[in-house]
């Protein structure tokens, strides 16, 4: 069974640019994954970001980027601040109507 | 403003049955695949269920393929998600949502409601 794999954490310090992966464990992410991201702060729902993986959900600000990187697909933040500390998880499409989320990443700003 | 509020979670004993409820405002309902995300206590999200447009196509985790049925009723724009026999990893808050791109890309989210299977 496919893995999707997310670093379980990374730091960025405030102003500075962070880019969070997500990958496969057998194989490489192609935009036909159509990889989505999510934020998600303690105790609240997810919020797409990044759907299809570089359309920018209604509302969020451009300093969140997305892209394939190599054989990844890629969450930029740029000019981090303070309140994107947050879970961020990815999601790609499998096929045949499965989709699967990695683990997620812990991001820390400080 | 696309809204989706979910309802019928609560607490239920091993091996007994929910329907979970979500009422969808904003969009097109019958024109957007939709799907269910739980995520247990303290761990990550799982995708759990879609379901297309029409209702006519469905797709299941393998944890829950056999004992979960979703289903929509596009004239009431409310999305469904029947649990039977359900089990302790089952505890969970479950999120609809709206997906982007067919059954793929969850977009807007509902608060979640929480489902607790204990004895």
């Known amino acids: 069974q496919t893995v999707v794999t997310q670093e379980p954490s990374f730091s960025v310090s405030p102003g500075g640019t962070v880019t969070l992966t997500c990958g496969l464990s057998?194989?490489?992410?192609?935009?036909?994954?159509?990889p989505s991201w999510s934020q998600q702060t303690p105790g609240q729902a997810p919020r797409t970001l990044i759907y299809s993986t570089n359309t920018r959900s209604s509302g969020v600000p451009d300093r969140f980027s997305g892209s394939i990187l190599g054989n990844k697909a890629a969450l930029t933040i740029t000019g981090a601040q303070a309140d994107d500390e947050s879970d961020y998880y990815c999601?790609?499409?499998?096929?045949?109507?499965?989709?699967?989320f990695g683990g997620g990443t812990k991001l820390t700003v400080l | 403003e696309v809204q989706l509020v979910e309802s019928g979670g609560g607490l239920v004993q091993p091996g007994g049955s929910l329907r979970l409820s979500c009422e969808a405002s904003g969009f097109t309902f019958r024109s957007y695949a939709m799907t269910w995300v739980r995520q247990a206590p303290g761990k990550g999200l799982e995708w759990v269920s879609a379901v297309s447009g029409s209702g006519g196509d469905t797709y299941y985790a393998d944890s829950v393929k056999g004992r979960f049925t979703i289903s929509r009723d596009n004239s009431k724009n409310t999305l469904y998600l029947q649990m039977n026999s359900l089990r302790d990893d089952d505890t969970a808050v479950y999120y609809c949502?709206?997906?982007?791109?067919?059954?793929?890309?969850?977009?807007?989210w509902g608060q979640g409601t929480l489902v607790t299977v204990s004895s």
């Open positions: 949502a709206k997906t982007e791109v067919g059954v793929a890309a969850p977009g807007a």
């Open positions: 057998s194989g490489s992410v192609s935009t036909s994954y159509y």
């Open positions: 999601v790609l499409y499998m096929g045949r109507g499965i989709s699967v």
